[in-house]
């Protein structure tokens, strides 16, 4: 049975390799090297490592063909998968990290090292990197069937959570900071409608599509490097 490890010594071998948000990866092509998206990239791993198809639109269909996304990764999580949570998520390797998808948006997928770092596809500007987990806005860690997963002795690395995340939420999420934000976004030629301080869907997809211009992760959330990126203290 392959490890946790094996999936992170398999993802560490295409660090640097190119992303492109949405890019097809056939789950059956060993020899794949980008370009990535992040759940096509945590999809492909699984498969080449257990032959099976984990976090797509179909457990059944083509490997060659099947669809990865991050919503899917957050259903399978809980229907096939052992959710846990993040603080062990980050202290395991081979674990994965998911943000999951708010409607019209795309979410996240990430795999834990074990000590606190990841391995990701992460974004045009960056493509396949070591990332951090902490100070970064994740909804659940899960360990997937079919891998040898090692039981940590300590769980040395605590999970540092980010400060205040803008992102669609029920009620929507309102205030000065959105406001500002929506401003911010108006004067870099992007329209996130009124400036009302209210995160809708037009200010998530306005900040979706200044994102992706720059080279960021274009989920449609603003954290601290969003804010950066916008000039919004």
């Not at 391995?119 to 891998?147: C, H, N, Q």
């Not at 976004?185 to 200044?210: K, M, N, R």
């Amino acid at each position: 049975m392959p490890t946790g490890q094996d999936i992170v010594d398999l993802a560490l071998k295409h660090l640097k390799e190119p992303y492109v948000l949405g890019a097809p990866v056939p789950k059956d092509a060993a020899g794949w090297k980008g370009p990535w998206d992040c759940a096509e990239f945590a999809s492909w791993l699984v498969y080449q490592l257990a032959g099976y198809l984990y976090g797509c639109d179909t457990d059944t269909g083509n490997p060659a063909t099947a669809d990865a996304y991050s919503g899917w990764w957050a259903r399978d999580a809980t229907a096939k998968g052992r959710a846990v949570g993040l603080t062990v998520a980050i202290n395991t390797p081979g674990a994965f990290l998911i943000r999951k998808p708010a409607p019209g948006m795309i979410g996240h997928v990430a795999l834990s090292a074990g000590d606190g770092t990841t391995v990701e596809a992460y974004s045009s500007r960056m493509g396949v990197i070591a990332g951090k987990t902490s100070g970064r806005r994740w909804d659940l860690g899960v360990l997937v069937p079919g891998f040898d997963y090692a039981t940590a002795a300590a769980l040395d690395t605590a999970y540092e959570a980010p400060g205040l995340v803008l992102r669609l939420m029920i009620p929507p999420m309102r205030g000065a900071l959105v406001e500002r934000v929506q401003k911010a976004l108006i004067d870099q030629g992007y329209s996130p409608g009124e400036p009302d301080g209210v995160y809708g869907p037009h200010t998530a997809a306005a900040v979706a599509a200044f994102q992706a211009a720059k080279g960021l992760l274009a989920d449609g959330e603003v954290g601290v490097n969003t804010r950066k990126k916008l000039g919004v203290n």
